[in-house]
């Protein structure tokens, strides 16, 4: 600020430091070990700038005043060098409080408070950027507190001269007593290799900051880029027992060096010069250069070694810079990135609203039932454009609506999806580039792959062409996807005892009966969209023992009809384990010599099909509630309760040609396939749980 900062400023500051780290950071239970660091280094720069406050406060109590005067609360000028010189914190300790505001995603808690900081990607930038800011405030005020205290109180009582010469007499005698020569003796430092000082010459020109020319450097900036380089340099370097432990990285050794050049060209600063021998500045590089003789020393007394020269001139022309960068800038998180529990499990690109402009889906999973989706827009030509939206999807609540398969509905597309939090009539469509895209999508949501899609089927229950019993449908089939959430790999079969097995379905003599699909053919090659899945899944449980994981058998593969009944939006959801099978002694051809476009499927003992249906066919309202995540898994509320259509013997459905019948019937029999080799897997799992359950082998 233009009159600089005074006691109060200072108090503000320090305040509102501890009021950052006690807030989001003393009550990070479980947080990232970075946030720790992160809230340790704001409550040193909040202590240190309580350190400045007693300084001013302590010598302020030594003042002789007037009976008429009062204490001063200003001390603008005195504070001015230091604050100059240490940077403005104020800004980063804004941009601290700045970077929890913008982070919502925080949890808090019922004061609003941030109750447990997370570590996100987009977070770890910012505060690595931060970190660094508060970490060189502290080292500049770290160094220049104890010259400040000497000034201060050295103008103060008016015994500048005097009181300068004994504190000089007895840190010289203390140095004496440590082995260490006497501040009054100069101490000759070896000459910088001629090589290597060349490169710090040439790179004093590159980039260098707004008032630099060649015979005057700018003292503020100068002092910066000395302290930033010195904190870099082998005052970070701790040696070990071993001799070959005695050579620092040669990345510190350069910077001590360099600390060392800057050093020496400051000293020959017009600005610097200007200050006056006795200024605070004056103190502030005697205290720096008192650093660098200590390194130095460390290298004189064996301590450490050298790395040689001719490895230091390897180093690149980066490595020899002297300036410094501006420092990047805070940004709010991107909604793009995953939060601390977020997985990121799909990303598409969408249609694209215009020429210049990318869209894009992003598809992060919290849960087995929640999701967030963040649609992003990028301009190709500028780069500084960019605009996100997140939706946050719980399939509890939100309706996974297929608009797709509406073809009457204006409001629909070919390749949309309805996302329908119907309870509060907020709908957002999801417009995508194809099918194969709405398939991804609406498999990452629900658990189940979606193999197969075929439009325009005809369909009747038993035959009949009664209302609700017939109708025009598209067809998706299923397979259902093994969620890496749901699988644990720490398990104790001590724990929960193998007491039952399922068994393979007995295989019957060919010509007896209807032949199930396993019976109708052996598996050779899968379909281009049917896989070979792996759903034998374990789950964590617990019990009176402890906890462990129980083996789930493979769910079976299933199709769903997206048809209208009775001026409805309906589902009808039919599974397909071991009791069903397509009997070709009801088709219409009945002899299979001739092709045909009718399969019949029927079920030998109570087959389960399910009959979902929503709002009435026109009505916005209506489709936003036909809600496909009803068959999700893992298992909806409402799945068990909807209704199961009674005396269901058998599915007749109608294809436009005998291609697609062939093609649907060698869908199913993929799917039936891969159903066997997952229920023979989970069988197998079984019996080598109950073998080292027993003991055995």
Same mark, same amino acid.
């Given at each position: 600020?233009?009159?600089?900062?005074?006691?109060?400023?200072?108090?503000?500051?320090?305040?509102?430091?501890?009021?950052?780290?006690?807030?989001?950071?003393?009550?990070? #239970?479980?947080?990232?070990?970075?946030?720790?660091?992160?809230?340790?280094?704001?409550?040193?720069?909040?202590?240190?700038?309580?350190?400045?406050?007693?300084?001013?406060?302590?010598?302020?109590?030594?003042?002789?005043?007037?009976?008429?005067?009062?204490?001063?609360?200003?001390?603008?000028?005195?504070?001015?060098?230091?604050?100059?010189?240490?940077?403005?914190?104020?800004?980063?300790?804004?941009?601290?409080?700045?970077?929890?505001?913008?982070?919502?995603?925080?949890?808090?808690?019922?004061?609003?408070?941030?109750?447990?900081?997370?570590?996100?990607?987009?977070?770890?930038?910012?505060?690595?950027?931060?970190?660094?800011?508060?970490?060189?405030?502290?080292?500049?005020? $770290?160094?220049? &507190?104890?010259?400040?205290?000497?000034?201060?109180?050295?103008?103060?009582?008016?015994?500048?001269?005097?009181?300068?010469?004994?504190?000089?007499?007895?840190?010289?005698?203390?140095?004496? #007593?440590?082995?260490?020569?006497?501040?009054?003796?100069?101490?000759?430092?070896?000459?910088?290799?001629? %090589?290597?000082?060349?490169?710090?010459?040439?790179?004093?020109?590159? !980039?260098?900051?707004? *008032?630099?020319?060649?015979?005057?450097?700018?003292?503020?900036?100068?002092?910066?880029?000395?302290?930033?380089?010195?904190?870099?340099?082998?005052?970070?370097?701790?040696?070990?027992?071993?001799?070959?432990?005695?050579?620092?990285?040669?990345?510190?050794?350069?910077?001590?060096?360099?600390?060392?050049?800057?050093?020496?060209? &400051?000293?020959?600063?017009?600005?610097?010069?200007?200050? $006056?021998?006795?200024?605070?500045?004056? @103190?502030?590089?005697? %205290?720096?250069?008192?650093?660098?003789?200590?390194?130095?020393?460390?290298?004189?007394?064996?301590?450490?070694?050298?790395?040689?020269?001719?490895?230091?001139?390897? +180093?690149?022309?980066?490595?020899?810079?002297?300036?410094?960068?501006?420092?990047?800038?805070?940004?709010?998180?991107?909604? =793009?990135?995953?939060?601390?529990?977020?997985?990121?499990?799909?990303?598409?690109?969408?249609?694209?609203?215009?020429?210049?402009?990318?869209?894009?889906?992003?598809?992060?999973?919290?849960?087995?039932?929640?999701?967030?989706?963040?649609? /992003?827009?990028?301009?190709?030509?500028?780069?500084?454009?960019?605009?996100?939206?997140?939706?946050?999807?719980?399939?509890?609540?939100?309706?996974?609506?297929?608009?797709?398969?509406?073809?009457?509905?204006?409001?629909?597309?070919?390749?949309?999806?309805?996302?329908?939090?119907?309870?509060?009539?907020?709908?957002?469509?999801?417009?995508?580039? =194809?099918?194969?895209?709405?398939?991804?999508?609406?498999?990452?949501?629900?658990?189940?792959?979606?193999?197969?899609?075929?439009?325009?089927?005809?369909?009747?229950?038993?035959?009949?062409?009664?209302?609700?019993?017939?109708?025009?449908?598209?067809?998706? /089939?299923?397979?259902?996807?093994?969620?890496?959430?749901?699988? !644990?790999?720490?398990?104790?079969?001590?724990?929960?005892?193998?007491?039952?097995?399922? /068994?393979?379905?007995?295989?019957?003599?060919?010509?007896? @009966?209807?032949?199930?699909?396993?019976?109708?053919?052996?598996?050779?090659?899968?379909? *281009?969209?049917?896989?070979?899945?792996?759903?034998?899944?374990?789950?964590?449980?617990?019990?009176?023992?402890?906890?462990?994981?129980?083996?789930?058998?493979?769910?079976?593969?299933?199709?769903?009809?997206?048809?209208?009944?009775?001026?409805?939006?309906?589902?009808?959801?039919?599974?397909?384990?071991?009791?069903?099978?397509?009997?070709?002694?009801?088709?219409?051809?009945?002899? @299979?010599?001739?092709?045909?476009?009718?399969?019949?499927?029927? *079920?030998?003992?109570?087959?389960?099909?399910?009959?979902?249906?929503?709002?009435?066919?026109?009505?916005? #309202?209506?489709?936003?509630?036909?809600? &496909?995540?009803?068959?999700?898994?893992?298992?909806?509320?409402?799945?068990?309760?909807?209704?199961?259509?009674?005396?269901?013997?058998?599915?007749?459905?109608?294809?436009?040609?005998?291609?697609?019948?062939?093609?649907?019937?060698?869908?199913?029999?993929? +799917?039936?396939?891969?159903?066997?080799?997952?229920?023979?897997?989970?069988?197998?799992?079984?019996?080598?749980?109950?073998?080292?359950?027993?003991?055995?082998?």
């Amino acid at each position: 600020m233009s009159l600089g900062f005074s006691l109060s400023d200072i108090k503000l500051l320090y305040e509102f430091g501890y009021f950052i780290y006690d807030k989001a950071f003393s009550k990070a #239970q479980g947080a990232h070990i970075r946030y720790f660091d992160f809230g340790r280094d704001i409550q040193a720069l909040a202590e240190t700038l309580q350190r400045l406050a007693q300084i001013i406060q302590d010598a302020d109590k030594q003042k002789l005043r007037k009976p008429w005067q009062t204490p001063n609360d200003d001390y603008r000028g005195a504070l001015q060098p230091v604050t100059e010189a240490a940077g403005d914190f104020r800004t980063t300790l804004n941009d601290c409080q700045t970077l929890l505001d913008n982070n919502r995603r925080f949890r808090r808690n019922a004061s609003n408070f941030v109750d447990n900081v997370q570590w996100t990607v987009g977070v770890e930038r910012d505060v690595n950027i931060l970190r660094d800011r508060v970490r060189f405030h502290l080292i500049k005020l $770290g160094i220049m &507190l104890k010259p400040f205290e000497i000034i201060l109180l050295l103008e103060i009582r008016g015994e500048l001269r005097h009181v300068r010469g004994v504190v000089t007499e007895i840190r010289d005698i203390l140095l004496a #007593q440590n082995g260490l020569p006497s501040s009054t003796q100069e101490v000759l430092l070896p000459p910088i290799p001629h %090589e290597i000082a060349t490169r710090f010459a040439r790179a004093l020109s590159v !980039s260098p900051p707004p *008032g630099y020319t060649e015979s005057s450097l700018p003292l503020q900036e100068t002092a910066d880029a000395l302290i930033y380089h010195f904190s870099r340099s082998t005052v970070e370097y701790n040696p070990g027992l071993d001799l070959n432990q005695r050579v620092p990285k040669v990345p510190q050794y350069l910077n001590l060096l360099k600390s060392r050049w800057i050093f020496e060209k &400051l000293e020959c600063s017009s600005e610097l010069r200007a200050k $006056g021998s006795y200024s605070f500045w004056a @103190g502030y590089l005697a %205290e720096i250069r008192s650093e660098i003789v200590e390194q130095y020393q460390r290298f004189a007394n064996g301590a450490l070694e050298a790395p040689p020269e001719e490895v230091v001139l390897l +180093l690149s022309d980066s490595c020899f810079s002297l300036w410094l960068s501006q420092p990047a800038s805070i940004e709010p998180a991107r909604l =793009s990135e995953p939060g601390p529990t977020e997985e990121k499990i799909l990303e598409l690109d969408l249609p694209d609203s215009s020429n210049t402009r990318q869209s894009s889906l992003t598809v992060f999973k919290r849960s087995a039932i929640e999701f967030r989706l963040v649609t /992003t827009v990028v301009d190709k030509h500028n780069k500084d454009f960019l605009h996100e939206k997140e939706i946050v999807v719980n399939t509890n609540a939100s309706a996974i609506v297929p608009a797709y398969g509406v073809s009457s509905d204006r409001s629909a597309n070919p390749n949309s999806m309805l996302i329908s939090n119907h309870h509060v009539n907020d709908l957002n469509w999801q417009l995508l580039r =194809s099918s194969d895209d709405i398939s991804l999508f609406q498999e990452v949501l629900l658990g189940y792959r979606v193999s197969h899609t075929m439009s325009n089927i005809r369909w009747s229950i038993n035959g009949s062409s009664k209302p609700g019993q017939s109708g025009h449908a598209q067809m998706q /089939t299923w397979q259902f996807m093994t969620s890496k959430e749901s699988t !644990s790999k720490e398990w104790d079969p001590s724990l929960y005892p193998v007491t039952s097995a399922a /068994t393979m379905p007995p295989a019957q003599p060919p010509g007896h @009966g209807p032949s199930t699909f396993a019976n109708q053919r052996r598996m050779t090659a899968l379909s *281009g969209t049917t896989i070979l899945s792996a759903p034998t899944m374990t789950t964590r449980v617990s019990g009176s023992r402890g906890v462990g994981t129980v083996l789930l058998p493979p769910n079976p593969p299933v199709f769903v009809l997206l048809t209208m009944l009775e001026g409805k939006y309906t589902f009808l959801h039919f599974e397909l384990d071991d009791n069903v099978m397509i009997d070709r002694k009801q088709c219409d051809c009945r002899s @299979g010599k001739k092709p045909c476009a009718i399969t019949i499927i029927t *079920g030998t003992k109570g087959w389960k099909v399910r009959k979902y249906s929503a709002g009435e066919v026109g009505d916005q #309202q209506g489709l936003a509630t036909w809600d &496909l995540a009803v068959f999700r898994h893992p298992e909806h509320p409402k799945f068990k309760t909807m209704e199961v259509l009674s005396k269901v013997k058998y599915l007749r459905l109608s294809f436009a040609s005998p291609a697609l019948n062939e093609e649907f019937q060698k869908e199913l029999k993929d +799917l039936e396939g891969v159903r066997i080799q997952d229920l023979r897997a989970y069988n197998e799992a079984l019996d080598k749980r109950r073998n080292r359950d027993r003991g055995v082998g």
